[in-house]
């Protein structure tokens, strides 16, 4: 009876074995396609955010530059004490626009700022070189000997928390900024990018500047030599806040502003916005 017993039940446990073994291997298929599809689609995705850029045989300085000057910039970033911010912004006044204007010093003052909002008590200076790295070379040379220029530069080190510079090159498809009548406020959009994408921002932006000239907003666009590199700077000019609100909208309303932002923002890193406003002495007001 035990052995009937046992023997009775056997075509049911072998049933359930088999069963169980179908289910499991009905898992393990639809995991492997599952683990599958995840992985075309993780390739399709990341396809969205990873370019590819042809080799190329020439420096992209060379590809993306201006041909028809050797224009040199130089973009300052000094972090003011708070308590120092007026006593220095009157020391630049001083100082800053006798440099400009002396013929002995091929450079030009382009602008000078105090950031409104962004990183607080901070001064913001463009001046570029006609003539490029001899030129700077030159100006660098002359300043050691000009005692004005070096009491003023031993009076601003009593002021600042910190300072940084970048030497810049203009995009080929930007205009050249020229002093401006005012008042305005100026944006200085800064872009770090994914090494090896400057081509390709180079391309879509020599597109995309034809969207953003409507107002007279675009100031000048640059980038990055010496300093922080894979840097880009854009520099804008509005009336007003509301002024700037309205033109960055109605560039999307043009046909292929769209297109441009959404294959430009996966070559980001990072990204800042500042807002800038001109000092007394800035040629761009």
């Known amino acids: 009876m035990?052995?009937?017993?046992?023997?009775?039940?056997?075509?049911?446990?072998?049933?359930?074995?088999?069963?169980?073994?179908?289910?499991?291997w009905i898992v393990w298929?639809?995991?492997?396609?599952?683990?599958h599809n995840r992985n075309r689609e993780d390739?399709?995705?990341?396809?969205?955010?990873?370019?590819?850029?042809?080799?190329?045989?020439?420096?992209?300085?060379?590809l993306l530059a201006k041909k028809e000057d050797n224009n040199l910039y130089k973009?300052?970033?000094?972090?003011?004490?708070p308590e120092c911010l007026d006593a220095y912004n009157k020391l630049c006044e001083d100082v800053l626009p006798s440099i400009h204007a002396d013929p002995e010093y091929p450079c030009e003052l382009v602008g000078t700022w105090n950031t409104w909002y962004g990183e607080q008590d901070q001064a913001v200076h463009l001046w570029r070189y006609r003539g490029g790295y001899p030129a700077l070379t030159d100006v660098m040379n002359k300043l050691r000997q000009n005692k004005e220029f070096m009491d003023y530069r031993n009076e601003r080190g009593k002021m600042l928390l910190s300072r940084r510079n970048q030497l810049l090159l203009e995009f080929s498809f930007w205009n050249e900024?020229?002093?401006?009548?005012?008042?305005?406020?100026?944006?200085?959009?800064s872009y770090q990018l994914r090494p090896g994408t400057m081509i390709e921002w180079g391309n879509y932006w020599a597109r995309a500047i034809e969207f953003r000239q409507q107002n007279h907003e675009a100031?000048?666009?640059?980038f990055s030599q010496i300093g922080s590199l894979y840097m880009v700077h854009h520099?804008?000019?509005y009336k007003d806040l509301q002024s700037r609100e309205d033109t960055r909208n109605a560039a999307w309303q043009h046909e292929g502003w769209d297109e441009v932002v959404y294959y430009t923002v996966p070559l980001i890193q990072h990204m800042e916005s500042r807002i800038m406003i001109p000092m007394k002495s800035s040629p761009l007001k």
């Not at 052995?3 to 074995?17: I, R």
């Not at 100031?219 to 640059?222: D, I, K, L, N, S």
Request: hydrophobic share 45%.
């Open 219 to 222: 100031v000048g666009g640059f």
């Open 75 to 81: 973009i300052q970033f000094h972090n003011v004490k």
């Open 177 to 189: 900024p020229v002093p401006r009548s005012g008042p305005n406020i100026y944006e200085l959009r």
């Open 43 to 62: 390739s399709w995705f990341k396809s969205l955010f990873v370019r590819k850029v042809d080799p190329r045989k020439d420096a992209h300085s060379h």
């Open 235 to 237: 520099l804008w000019a």
């Open 29 to 35: 298929i639809n995991y492997l396609s599952a683990s």
């Open 2 to 24: 035990a052995t009937y017993g046992l023997l009775s039940s056997w075509p049911l446990s072998c049933g359930f074995f088999l069963f169980f073994k179908w289910m499991c």
